[in-house]
């Protein structure tokens, strides 16, 4: 079992900036990519950024060239520095960790963004 801990979110006024944080403790061994998803009200649940263990990253193109996702290895922990934050990014963020087919969430943290 992987346990994912998320924090760093919070109230924010556009434009502005926050980085959440994921840290991931339990048999964390051979976890192939890490990644945040959002659920904002009334919405499914969407990729927002992931990395590989190698360093790749893909993201969605709602938060490219704003988000930027990072990866600490030996730590276990995965970044998402968010910059020139929208109100329409407003959502829970997701902690998300994938073992071959087997995926590991977190709880969320709420990330709200006032106009």
């Known amino acids: 079992q992987v346990q994912l801990v998320e924090s760093g979110g919070g109230l924010v006024q556009a434009g502005g900036s926050l980085r959440l944080s994921c840290a991931a403790s339990g048999s964390t061994f051979n976890i192939d990519a890490m990644a945040w998803y959002r659920q904002a009200p009334g919405k499914e649940r969407e990729l927002v950024a992931f990395i590989r263990t190698g360093g790749s990253t893909n993201y969605a193109d709602s938060v490219k060239g704003r988000f930027i996702i990072s990866r600490d290895n030996a730590k276990n922990i995965v970044y998402l520095q968010m910059n020139s934050l929208k109100p329409e990014d407003t959502a829970v963020y997701y902690c998300?960790?994938?073992?071959?087919?087997?995926?590991?969430w977190g709880k969320g943290t709420l990330v709200t963004v006032s106009s």
């Open positions: 998300n960790a994938a073992r071959s087919v087997i995926m590991y």
